[in-house]
């Protein structure tokens, strides 16, 4: 199977400081990794894609890294603010079937 | 431009009855996905619509099924209900080609099974 393992508990940050996500996948490296950002009772946003030969990938504030070695990507959020508060999903896909983990709940306090 | 509209947004439902989701691509889209999202997990991948044909299937009964219509809408139908289909039913469009697809999604329909 080609699961995504976030991790469900939720990640508390003062406003200001910078937010670290995780995101593990199994068996084979997916060609690129997606990261959405879903609001309560909302559909889930795109935010940014980094493909498998590229390291770090940026978009303002936002900057996602992936690690083929250890199956790992990173989205690290700098400067946070209160407004990014929100469930942040990681996604691979296959053939166009998209496969997402559990989501992390990043809750900024200002 | 509007992007993915879904309806109805919420709906109640009694166990062994039916229900019909609709979905309406973003402009310019032309492959339909649906996604079940259970409260606290993230969307589960149902099916997808393309040409007005079914592409893929994830892990879901036969109770789920769907179409495609020429004007790249799409409906999803679940029979038989049962109190664990209660969940976020998602659509999201894209684009049918090769290599990268980015989603774009509704905001879904919230379905409670009594």
């Known amino acids: 199977s080609q699961k995504i393992e976030q991790n469900s508990e939720a990640l508390n940050i003062q406003e200001g400081k910078t937010a670290t996500l995780t995101c593990n996948y199994t068996?084979?490296?997916?060609?690129?990794l997606q990261w959405y950002r879903q609001d309560p009772g909302r559909g889930p946003v795109f935010l940014l894609l980094?493909?498998?030969?590229?390291k770090e990938k940026r978009k303002e504030r936002l900057k996602v890294t992936f690690d083929t070695t250890l199956k790992q990507s990173l989205f690290h959020i700098t400067a946070s603010q209160p407004a990014d508060s929100a469930t942040y999903l990681c996604?691979?896909?296959?053939?166009?079937?998209?496969?997402f983990g559990s989501g992390t709940k990043l809750n900024v306090k200002p | 431009d509007a992007g993915v509209t879904q309806s109805p947004t919420h709906l109640i439902k009694t166990r062994g009855q039916q229900v019909t989701l609709r979905c309406s691509p973003k402009?310019?889209?032309?492959?339909v996905s649906w996604y079940q999202q259970a409260l606290g997990q993230g969307p589960q991948f149902i099916f997808q619509?393309?040409?007005?044909?079914?592409?893929q299937r994830g892990n879901f009964p036969d109770r789920f099924s769907g179409h495609q219509f020429p004007n790249y809408s799409s409906e999803l139908n679940v029979n038989a209900l049962l109190l664990g289909d209660s969940a976020l039913y998602l659509c999201?469009?894209?684009?049918?080609?090769?290599?990268?697809?980015?989603?774009?999604f509704g905001a879904g329909s919230r379905l409670t099974v009594l």
């Open positions: 619509y393309y040409e007005e044909e079914e592409r």
């Open positions: 996604a691979r896909d296959n053939f166009n079937k998209f496969y």
């Open positions: 980094i493909r498998e030969n590229e």
């Open positions: 068996n084979y490296s997916p060609a690129y």
């Open positions: 402009s310019g889209h032309d492959t």
């Open positions: 999201a469009s894209s684009l049918g080609r090769s290599g990268a697809n980015v989603l774009t």
